[in-house]
């Protein structure tokens, strides 16, 4: 694991792929401050007030007040996540979040000389 300079969390973070990880790179070498998955938000619940779906982007960028979310679905099984986001930004409309998708990732890692998960 990278000795991250920008990362601004307590805990050594546990990224689920090696995009995020690369992604976490980018943001560190550039010297953005950021965090990963420090918010979990509720995008609905039953009648008794029990969590039914939720949604926790990967990274925040507190200087900005923007979190990012990096998939690398491929584009035809993003549908399920892109819902999740319509959901959080109805019901936070407050929140800033922008999605970094397949694609975005392979034009930053082409850009940066970055290896991307396949």
Known sequence: MPDFQAYRGSEAPQFANEA???CAKVLDYHGVPWLYEPRTFVLETDEDGR????FAPDFY???QDLYLEITVM??????????KLRKLRARYPEVKV???Y??????LAERFKLPIAS
């Open 102 to 107: 397949r694609r975005d990732i392979a034009r």
């Open 51 to 54: 969590v039914l779906e939720a």
């Open 74 to 83: 491929k584009q035809s099984l993003v549908t399920r996540k892109n819902r």
């Open 98 to 100: 922008k999605v970094f």
């Open 61 to 63: 960028l507190p200087e």
């Open 20 to 22: 995020e990880l690369e």
